[in-house]
């Protein structure tokens, strides 16, 4: 069983940063892929950002140039940083990795952006 756990979020003033951790239990597999997805109050569960084969990424449109996804596989973590952060960034944020087909999750970390 792979173990995943974010931190990082908080309460933000609007353009402030955040970065956001996601540690996973070690694993002699690595990770395929990871994600990070959000969910703001009302809405469904989006992705915000993917990275995979180590350094390939893609963004949700509305954070392209503001955020940033990176692993480092010595410290089993993937972290989201956040830029310029707007209220309409606030939500849950979930890390999901991908080993060896099977996807795991964390229990996300809420990010709040005052105006």
């Known amino acids: 069983q792979v173990h995943v756990v974010e931190s990082g979020g908080g309460l933000v003033q609007a353009g402030n940063s955040l970065r956001l951790s996601c540690v996973y239990s070690?694993?002699?597999?690595?990770?395929?892929?990871a994600c990070w997805y959000r969910q703001a109050p009302g809405k469904q569960l989006e992705l915000v950002a993917r990275?995979?084969?180590?350094?390939?990424?893609d963004y949700l449109d509305p954070v392209k140039g503001r955020f940033s996804i990176s692993q480092d596989n010595a410290k089993t973590t993937v972290y989201l940083q956040m830029n310029s952060l707007k209220p309409e960034d606030t939500g849950i944020y979930y890390c999901?990795?991908?080993?060896?087909?099977?996807?795991?999750w964390g229990q996300g970390t809420q990010v709040t952006v005052s105006s």
């Open positions: 999901q990795v991908v080993i060896r087909g099977g996807n795991y």
């Open positions: 070690a694993t002699i597999y690595g990770i395929t892929a």
């Open positions: 990275i995979y084969g180590g350094r390939t990424t």
